[in-house]
């Protein structure tokens, strides 16, 4: 029975092992600015994902700005990592590449969740998620929604997911 035992648990790591190998998942801890070929000749089942993770997020004359490390993870390349800070308008959800003014007032983010921001004189408020995350075959990554409380409407914030040799 033992001998059995060991051989489905060998059958089995195999058999995952082969799985990773085959979706291009070397687990490299290497980043360039963009993601590059990594030289391999595997054939991808997961093309990959962006992510948008903020560690900034401020407000200024009605404007929400957010800063944060953006990753691009495809199948069979070396991860891109770059840092990116966008403003966001809340009357049209129009997002621009920007830096935070440093005299811009500081949003405090939770430890968990959703980072919510009001904007002051409005009934509108910008949500972001730190965990938005998309295909790398997206052009925009969605990182959030407005909400207008006085009438209910919502309407997605997006920002560009090209990768950029900024």
Same mark, same amino acid.
């Given at each position: 029975? /033992?001998? /059995?035992?060991?051989?489905?648990? #060998?059958?089995?790591?195999?058999?995952?092992?082969?799985?990773?190998?085959?979706?291009?998942?070397? +687990? &490299? =801890?290497?980043?360039?600015?963009?993601? @590059?070929?990594?030289?391999? =000749?595997? @054939? #991808?089942?997961?093309?990959?994902?962006?992510?948008?993770?903020?560690?900034?997020?401020?407000?200024?004359? +009605?404007?929400?700005?957010?800063?944060?490390?953006?990753?691009?993870?495809?199948?069979?390349?070396?991860?891109?990592?770059?840092? %990116? &800070?966008? /403003?966001?308008?809340?009357?049209?959800?129009?997002?621009? %590449?920007? =830096? @935070?003014?440093?005299?811009?007032?500081?949003?405090?983010?939770?430890?968990? +969740?959703? !980072?919510?921001?009001? @904007?002051?004189?409005?009934? %509108? %408020?910008?949500?972001?998620?730190?965990?938005?995350?998309?295909?790398?075959?997206?052009?925009?990554?969605? !990182? +959030?929604?407005?909400?207008?409380?006085?009438?209910? !409407?919502?309407?997605?914030? *997006? !920002? *560009?997911?090209?990768? &950029?040799? *900024?």
């Amino acid at each position: 029975m /033992r001998g /059995r035992a060991t051989k489905w648990t #060998c059958g089995i790591a195999a058999a995952l092992g082969a799985v990773v190998l085959a979706m291009g998942c070397s +687990g &490299s =801890d290497d980043y360039g600015p963009c993601p @590059v070929d990594d030289g391999s =000749d595997v @054939v #991808c089942v997961w093309e990959g994902g962006i992510t948008f993770v903020p560690d900034k997020v401020a407000v200024q004359n +009605g404007f929400v700005f957010v800063h944060g490390e953006m990753m691009w993870s495809p199948c069979a390349m070396t991860p891109g990592k770059q840092i %990116r &800070s966008y /403003r966001i308008d809340p009357s049209t959800t129009l997002t621009t %590449r920007m =830096d @935070v003014p440093a005299d811009a007032e500081p949003v405090p983010i939770p430890p968990t +969740g959703k !980072i919510e921001v009001k @904007v002051e004189g409005t009934t %509108r %408020r910008i949500i972001i998620d730190p965990d938005a995350t998309i295909s790398v075959t997206q052009s925009k990554l969605p !990182i +959030g929604e407005l909400v207008n409380d006085d009438n209910g !409407i919502t309407a997605p914030i *997006e !920002i *560009e997911a090209v990768c &950029s040799n *900024e």
